[in-house]
């Protein structure tokens, strides 16, 4: 009797957890289908009037950002992409193939997580400046294809792969990039998955970087060009109502993601 009280008492703090994180999901719904004026007198409560307004601006020829969302897909799906495939190629190198200096150089790369991002900003900057990259899509890719982190997750999910596999495959006469594709990747469908997921979320998240190297309109991904949407007209003031109709545009994907692969191991991207 008491272990059912336990469990329901422990089921409801759980469902008030959910209830809980859910408010500002709900609010930012809410506040989509309100006009500018409304939501600025009832921010909180469900809206008097429903309105598609704010949805429609979204479309407005004279805003980028349906440009803005595609650039966002392109931006975290290629990197996710790019990352994953660069991660699981070291990530078999350095748990599966032996050469001189391996550890050492693992263990280096490792120390470099402890750096944070924002300390190689400004060399970045410098780099891609002088590559001609500034204002472009590629510089928004190319530093995030590399992550230490994905590095070390995908090696120790390889280190359990049983070498008694890779040697059985070597035996029928399988070359290095057979054994990858053939052997390997399939293998390590879950961290690939996994880390694909994580990445592509903090792709798509990303602020301070794009920030810093797009001022174009025109490569802006879509959590920058929302902050900046402001009403010239009424003292730069923020149009709430078309912003959060953009978050609700942009957590869209994020769900999907959520939704294809809630309760299972998803493919490698």
């Known amino acids: 009797m008491r272990r059912a009280w336990t469990a329901l008492a422990l089921n409801a703090a759980a469902g ?27 921010p909180g409560g469900v809206p008097q009037v429903w309105t598609w307004s704010s949805f429609l601006d979204l479309a407005a020829p004279h805003r980028s950002l349906l440009r803005n969302l595609a650039n966002s897909i392109l931006i975290a799906g290629s990197g996710t992409v790019l990352a994953v495939v660069l991660c699981a190629a070291a990530g078999f190198a350095f748990a599966k193939l032996r050469f001189a200096g391996r550890d050492l150089i693992f263990t280096v790369l490792l120390v470099t997580m402890m750096v944070p991002p924002e300390v190689v900003y400004p060399g970045q900057f410098l780099l891609f400046s002088r590559l001609g990259l500034i204002d472009t899509l590629a510089v928004q890719v190319l530093p995030t294809i590399t992550p230490v982190f994905g590095l070390f997750l995908v090696r120790q999910y390889m280190l359990s792969i049983p070498d008694e596999l890779i040697d059985a495959a070597r035996i029928d ?41 797009a001022t174009r309109d025109s490569v802006k991904p879509i959590m920058v060009a929302l902050p900046q949407l402001v009403d010239p007209t009424v003292g730069f003031l923020p149009i709430y109502g078309t912003i959060m109709a953009g978050c609700v545009a942009a957590t869209l994907p994020l769900l999907a993601v959520y939704l294809r692969y809630r309760g299972n191991y998803p493919p490698p991207f």
């Open 16 to 42: 008030l957890a959910a209830l809980l994180f859910c408010l500002p999901f709900v609010q930012m719904l809410l506040n989509a289908f309100k006009s500018n004026d409304e939501i600025m007198s009832n």
């Open 173 to 213: 006469g399988a070359g290095l990039f057979t054994l990858f594709f053939r052997i390997i990747v399939p293998v390590s469908a879950p961290v690939l998955g996994a880390f694909g997921i994580l990445h592509f979320l903090a792709e798509w998240n990303a602020y301070l970087w794009p920030t810093m190297v």
